[in-house]
Nanobody
Framework: QVQLVESGGGLVQPGGSLRLSCTAS????????VGWYRQAPGKQRELVSG???????NYADSVKGRFTISRDNAKNTVSLQMNSLKPEDTAVYYC??????????????WGKGTLVTVSS
């Protein structure tokens, strides 16, 4: 059974930092693409950052220069370091993993999310 467990969310003041982690089990983690998504109240879920099995990364424009994604395949973990947090970063953050086989998404799994609140 595949499980993704996010941790590290919480309340932080504007300008502060948080580090989110997502630990996977039940899959060969190293071959999966991993993404962090977020969903703010009343808004659609959006991609924040992703990292491929080869370590290539991408970021939403809104977080470039502030967030850093990384993965540790030995620990089946992906992290999202979030610095210079803004109130608009407030959302539930979700971890997602998937594989691409012949351009088809397979093995698409989601965690339950962790809440990040940026407020003074």
């Amino acid at each position: 059974q595949v499980q993704l467990v996010e941790s590290g969310g919480g309340l932080v003041q504007p300008g502060g930092s948080l580090r989110l982690s997502c630990t996977a089990s039940g899959i060969i983690f190293s071959i999966y693409v991993v993404g962090w998504y977020r969903q703010a109240p009343g808004k659609q879920r959006e991609l924040v950052s992703g990292i491929t099995s080869g370590g290539n990364t991408n970021y939403a424009d809104s977080v470039k220069g502030r967030f850093t994604i990384s993965r540790d395949n030995a620990k089946n973990t992906v992290s999202l370091q979030m610095n210079s947090l803004k109130p608009e970063d407030t959302a539930v953050y979700y971890c997602n993993v998937y594989r691409l086989i012949n351009s088809v998404v397979v093995g698409d799994y989601w965690g339950k999310g962790t809440l990040v609140t940026v407020s003074s």
